[in-house]
Nanobody, 126 residues
Framework: VQLQASGGGLVQAGGYLRLSCAAS????????MGWFRQAPGKEREFVSF????????YYGDSVKGRFTISRDKAKTTWYLQMNNLKPEDTAVYYC????????????????????WGQGTQVTVSS
């Protein structure tokens, strides 16, 4: 199984980007899908989470109201729409997934995810 994250880039503050994460090498559906980010010198930070049913989404406090997670009908690709970007959003963004159900209390824990993408750089200039 491989996860391929894409869509990062350089954008001015107030701009937007849409990240994608595509899974390959499998035919089954991930139950749990998420996004994390890591800025230089900082720990990996939870950004967002969605279940395969698509009816439940969670967000980190710093991105609530600005970012939206979604997944396609095939449930093998998920997205992160990032609006009103701020310089503090600058980081490498990683997608992550897990076959099983991750409990709500654990979705912010990186160790709960089995699969990780390679990361895509997002840089927001002021």
């Amino acid at each position: 199984v491989q996860l391929q994250a894409s869509g990062g880039g350089l954008v001015q503050a107030g701009g937007y980007l849409r990240l994608s994460c595509a899974a390959s090498g499998r035919t089954s559906i991930f139950n749990s899908m998420g996004w994390f980010r890591q800025a230089p010198g900082k720990e990996r930070e939870f950004v967002s989470f969605i279940r395969s049913t698509g009816d439940t989404a969670y967000y980190g406090d710093s991105v609530k109201g600005r970012f939206t997670i979604s997944r396609d009908k095939a449930k093998t690709t998920w997205y992160l729409q990032m609006n009103n970007l701020k310089p503090e959003d600058t980081a490498v963004y990683y997608c992550a997934a897990h076959n099983g159900r991750i409990s709500t209390s654990s979705i912010k824990r990186a160790g709960a995810y089995e699969y990780w993408g390679q990361g895509t750089q997002v840089t927001v200039s002021s």
